[in-house]
Every structure is written in structure tokens, then in C-alpha cells.
């Protein structure tokens, strides 16, 4: 893979520690690869150090949780593959010193800061698992024994990382082909933007393949299974049939998944039908999803059985449940990280403007992708200045965008537009010493990204369909003063279950959206501060830990105790995540911090 294949998605920085290429060569990166097996190995029936978490447990995703790099003499590895698709989010902050030594070579290791990488990292150390992905950094392969397997992380070996090595053709195939070309813009109900080129498919199932073998070895009678997302469709059929029935395969897709009529584009969609039910049980972060999937079975598979009000399939003589767990975010540590930024960091962020303190501020941090609404949401800010031009001066909006899947055309395009648009409504609207849209491309580290959202009074996300949206929650976990409003397309399966104290928007419907920006900015500060009070009250209490936990549960009943009839994708009625707690000690999080102004300056409107 060259280096601008790599540098070309930006959201996957990740925090850096550094190795000597030395202490990994020979006896030291051998025997602690073999140690890490002799726990993924122990099926005498123990329970891994944390009993709520399955025993030989094997992650499979397209990103990794480690990296190893070169560095280089400049002192920058890029920052890998990633384009967010499993939620990931990080920082590209440096680690340890490096030093150069002739043709010695330092390798860096990046580690996750964020997201699900991060979040399953601590549950895969607890686990003794294994964890398969696409093995992207330059210096992978440096650092695995012969079966591809390094011991992770680096300071403390707990688990094993299993690399799949995927040469550049296939990448663009498999990643930057099938999967991003076809299955999302077909999964987020864009089927004119799918690019069917000829050897796409072809690559994705050799991936598929590649990935099905590596788990078939790695797992045993006891193993659970458990893959992440679409660039999987293929692997988990293939992984069923080559396992005992006991091993349990599960996958959760992180994406929409289409109507019928969307998804009979798809080249080979019956193929990926009977991929996707070799799982035994299929997550999605919202029913409809489920229901579409299971619409899209009954269509296309004559001969599954689909019980729609179980919301179980029967085919070839397995069983495949479909839940809906949503997914959430990191609470905790938004919260932290906003309640330890000082209030005036977000001066530093901006190079070319400043950013008054008393200006009110509108925020949006998306990918710059197509399914994230961003000209429907300029086009809401323009209507708003229109309506509203006492707000020139004193509203600002900050849209901060992270270039991801550049080399597919629809990305390129639609960055161009993107930047066009800011353009266009900064020259219509801007002062003397104001500009109405200030935006960045510039990756922020977490903690930069968490004083932003503490300091946003408005926060608007229009996506036009969106899986979850992560940045909802992160927003409103890190609004520690208790005092900030959240803009919520209906279309984002975070809608679900914040929709009712965020203000709600049609994201294709500029006046609409501009209505609801005049409301938020002239809401009275008591109904601001009562709203997010319940959001994060929401947020806390189905944090990225609950999911998780949400779908260990499911897990365990597919075979365990909770299943009712033992063998295959065997299950019982109830949902294990009964969804009911709401802690008194989150329900208090919004307290802290200095209190903020009314923002009702200009007249209200
Ligand atoms: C997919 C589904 C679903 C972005 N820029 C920076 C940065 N980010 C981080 C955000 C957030 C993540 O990227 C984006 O997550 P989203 O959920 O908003 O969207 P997708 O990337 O499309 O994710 C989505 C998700 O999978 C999980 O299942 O919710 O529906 O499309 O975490 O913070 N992070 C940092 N700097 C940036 O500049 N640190």
C-alpha cells in the first residue's frame, strides 16, 4: 500500500508509543505470541478473568487496534486506513522519543484514543481473545510471528492481535471497491451513487475468505465469534460451516440496512443474504434496520423461514436472531476530558479567525461523507442568516470536517461541494471581522474535540441517513455545563432515543432547519439546561459499555444457559438488555462548571 492510500482518511489517528524494531526480532515477539495462545486455547471450560465477558473471545473488524509504523526521519507515520466505519475515533498525538539509527529502524506503535477500538480493547485484555483485522501499518508484519500473530498491547501482552495481510489491489477491491462503492451507499439508500466496477465483488469475497480461514483457525468449540460490520457479509457462513455448532457467530452491522427494493441492486444480494445469516445472531442499532433485513430475506430467500414478530430467521437448518442493541459512546470520558480542557482552548484550534467569547456557536463534526447532510445543513445556516440578519456577528458556526475515502469519486465530489458552499455563504454574509462559517479539515485530538463541544451552544447533526451517529452523544457527554442544544435529523438511529429532548429537524428541509437553529439560540436558558439534563441522563445510561454488555448477553443465550433448546441459533423470547435503569449518578452529570449567558443578544426571532 502506497503512503497517499494511506494518508487519505483521516479520522483514525491514534495515540503512539515507540519500539525498537530490535526487541521484537527473534525469541522476545515469539514467546509472547505463543503465551497469548496458551490462554485463547484453554477450553477446559474456565471462565475468562471477567465472567461477563465470553470465553475465547474473537473480535473480527476491518480496522485494527494496534499499528506498527516506521518512522520516519520527519517524525510521522500516517495515521492508517481509517475513515471512522466502526465509529472509531482517535488522536494522531505522538508518543515515546524517536530515535534514528543508520538503517535501524524505530517502529511506532499507534494505539486506539476512541470509539470502538478503543472501547473493546480493555474487553479483549480481560478476554485473553483474539483479535482479527487488516493488517494496514508498514511495520505489521515486522513485529508477527509466522502465523501473523502479535501479543498486545505492546506494555502489557494480554491478547492476541491477528493480522490479515491484504495486498494494495485488493484493498481497492474489497475496501475502497465493494465495500464503499457498493454496500454503503446501497445500505444508506443511495442507489444512484453505486459504482459496480468488475473485479469489486470478486475481490470482497476473497477477503471474506482470507478472513473466514483466519477465525476457523483461531477458534474452538467454545469461541465466540464476533465481527463488526459490513465489509463482512460473506465471512460468516463460512465461518459456520467450518466450526463445531457450538462455537457461536455473531456480527453487529454499524450501518442502515436497505428496503428490498434498494437492496435488489446489490450484484449478488442473495449471496450476501445467506452470508449474513451464518450468523446466529445479527445486531443492529435500531429495529427498522432489522426489520428491513428480515423484509429483504423474505423477498429474497424463498426458502428461509422469517418470523417477523420473533424477529428470527430459520435457514438451512440454523437459526439467526436479529436484535436491536443502539450503540452508544464513552461517556465517561468525553465527560472527563471536556470537564479538564480549559473553556478558552478552542482559541487555538482556528489559525485564521478568532472566535469571541461571547459569540454564540453553532458546531458540526462529521466525516465528509455524503450520508451526513452538510449542504442541507449550510443550506438550513443560509435561511437562518436570511431570516435573521441581526444575527450576523454574533452567531458563528464551526463545521469541522474529516476527508475520508478520498479516491472514490462521490467523496472527492462532494468535499468540493462542501467547500463550495462555505465559500459561497461566507461571501454572501461576512463582516468586516466576521464570517458566519468558519471550516476546518484539520484532525483534532480528543481532548481538542471535547473542549469544542463543551463550548458549542448548538450542536446540529442532519444526517440524511445515518446508522447511529456517534457525535450526538459525544456532544451532549461532553456539555458538562449542563447548557447546550442538540439539532437531530430524524433519519439517525440516535434520533430513537434522543429525539424527544433534542430539537428534532428534516435535514432536506432548509426552512425547517432554520426554524429550529432560531428556537435553539432563543430558547430560554431553564428549558436548555432541562433538556440536556435528560439527554445526558440518556447518554450516560446506555453508554458504549452497556452496548457491549447488551450484546455479550444476547451472545451468551444463543448457546448458553439463556437459550432455551441448546444446538445452532437456538434462542428465548426475551431481550436480556432490559433498558431500565436510570442512575440517580448520572441523572446529576450536568452540574459542574461555569454557568454560561442567556444567548438571546440580538432580538429574538
Ligand atoms: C459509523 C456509522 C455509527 C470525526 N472527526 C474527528 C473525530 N471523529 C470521530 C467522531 C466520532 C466518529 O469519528 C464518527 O462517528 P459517527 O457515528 O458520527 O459516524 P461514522 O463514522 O459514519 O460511523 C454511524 C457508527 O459507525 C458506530 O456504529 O454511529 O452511524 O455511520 O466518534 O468523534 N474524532 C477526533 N478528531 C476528529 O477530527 N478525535
Known amino acids: ?24 526480532d527473534g525469541e522476545d515477539g515469539g514467546s509472547s505470541a505463543d503465551e497469548a495462545e496458551v490462554s485463547e486455547d484453554d477450553e477446559d471450560g474456565n471462565q475468562s478473568p471477567n465472567d461477563s465477558y465470553p470465553d475465547s473471545l474473537i473480535v473480527v473488524s476491518n480496522r485494527q487496534p494496534y499499528r506498527h509504523e516506521y518512522e520516519d526521519v520527519e517524525g510521522g507515520s500516517g495515521p492508517g486506513n481509517g475513515d471512522g466505519d466502526d465509529g472509531s475515533d482517535g488522536t494522531s498525538a505522538d508518543g515515546g522519543e524517536v530515535r534514528t539509527d ?63 495481510d491484504i495486498p494494495d489491489e485488493a484493498v481497492e477491491g474489497y475496501y475502497y471497491g465493494f465495500s464503499n462503492r457498493v454496500l454503503w451507499p446501497l445500505c444508506h439508500e443511495f442507489p444512484g451513487l453505486v459504482d459496480t466496477r468488475p473485479d469489486d465483488l470478486e475481490w470482497y469475497r476473497r477477503v471474506n475468505e482470507r478472513f473466514a480461514d483466519a477465525i476457523v483457525d483461531s477458534a474452538s468449540a467454545q469461541s465466540t465469534v464476533w465481527i463488526q460490520d459490513y465489509h463482512f457479509a460473506l465471512a460468516p457462513r463460512l465461518v459456520q460451516e467450518s466450526t463445531p455448532e457450538s462455537t457461536t457467530v455473531a456480527q453487529f452491522w454499524h450501518i442502515p440496512w436497505p428496503d428490498p427494493e434498494t437492496f435488489e441492486v446489490c450484484p449478488a444480494h442473495t449471496d450476501l443474504l445467506e452470508g449474513v445469516l451464518g450468523n446466529d445472531l445479527l445486531g443492529f442499532h435500531v429495529e ?27 435457514y438451512e437448518g440454523s437459526t439467526t436472531r436479529v436484535v436491536a442493541t443502539p450503540m452508544g459512546v464513552d461517556a465517561e470520558t468525553y ?41 442541507e445543513r449550510l443550506a438550513g445556516i443560509e435561511r437562518f442568516f436570511e431570516r435573521n440578519p441581526a444575527w450576523r456577528g454574533a452567531f458563528t458556526f464551526v463545521q469541522k470536517a474529516t476527508p475520508s475515502r478520498t479516491d472514490i469519486p462521490a467523496y472527492d465530489r462532494y468535499g468540493e461541494l462542501v467547500r463550495e458552499d462555505v465559500a459561497r455563504i461566507n461571501a454572501r454574509f461576512a463582516t468586516g471581522d466576521w464570517q458566519p462559517i468558519v471550516y476546518t479539515e484539520e484532525y483534532f485530538s480528543q481532548e481538542e474535540l471535547s473542549a469544542l463541544y463543551r463550548r458549542a451552544d448548538v450542536m446540529v447533526v442532519s444526517s440524511l441517513l445515518d446508522g447511529m451517529n456517534l457525535v450526538a452523544q459525544e456532544y451532549v457527554a461532553a456539555t458538562v455545563d449542563g447548557d447546550g442544544t442538540l439539532l437531530l435529523s430524524d433519519r439517525a438511529g440516535a434520533h430513537d432515543r434522543l429525539g424527544t429532548q433534542a430539537l428534532t429537524i428534516d435535514p432536506t428541509d432548509a426552512d425547517g432547519v432554520a426554524e429550529q437553529l432560531e428556537r435553539a439560540v432563543s430558547m430560554p436558558r431553564a428549558e436548555r439546561k432541562r433538556r440536556m439534563h435528560r439527554l445526558r441522563t440518556k447518554v450516560f445510561d446506555a453508554d458504549l459499555e452497556r452496548w457491549m454488555n447488551a450484546q455479550f448477553d444476547w451472545i451468551a443465550r444463543v448457546h448458553g444457559d439463556g437459550g ?9 423470547d426475551s431481550n436480556p438488555d432490559s433498558d431500565a435503569s436510570t442512575s440517580a449518578e448520572s441523572a446529576d452529570r450536568s452540574t459542574g462548571g461555569p454557568d454560561r449567558d442567556t444567548h438571546e443578544r440580538p432580538p429574538s426571532v
Not at 538503517?103 to 470509539?115: F, L, N
Not at 427498522?288 to 422469517?306: K, M, T
Not at 432455551?564 to 428465548?572: A, C, I, P
Open 288 to 314: 427498522r434496520y432489522g426489520r428491513q433485513f428480515l423484509a429483504c430475506v423474505d423477498e429474497y430467500l424463498p426458502e428461509a423461514s422469517v418470523d417477523r414478530a420473533r424477529l428470527l430467521v430459520e
Open 102 to 164: 543508520g538503517d535501524d529502524r524505530e517502529i511506532t506503535v499507534d494505539e486506539p484514543a476512541g470509539g470502538l477500538t478503543a472501547g473493546l480493547d480493555p474487553v479483549l485484555q480481560e478476554a485473553s481473545g483474539t483479535w482479527i483485522a487488516w493488517g494496514d501499518g508498514e511495520a505489521d508484519f515486522a513485529v508477527t510471528d509466522d502465523d501473523n500473530r502479535v501479543s498486545v498491547p505492546p506494555d502489557d501482552e494480554s491478547y492476541t492481535l491477528r493480522r490479515i
Open 335 to 375: 465527560d472527563r476530558s471536556a470537564r479538564s480542557t480549559d473553556p478558552t482552548a478552542v482559541h487555538s484550534l482556528f489559525d485564521d479567525c478568532t472566535i469571541d467569547d461571547d459569540t454564540v456557536l453553532g458546531l458540526g463534526v462529521d466525516r465528509l461523507d455524503y450520508s451526513k447532510g452538510i449542504p
Open 1 to 24: 500500500m502506497d503512503s497517499s492510500e494511506r494518508s487519505r482518511d483521516r479520522t483514525s489517528g491514534r495515540r503512539r508509543s515507540t519500539t525498537d524494531a530490535r526487541d521484537r
Open 564 to 572: 432455551l433448546e441448546g444446538g445452532r441459533g437456538r434462542y428465548g
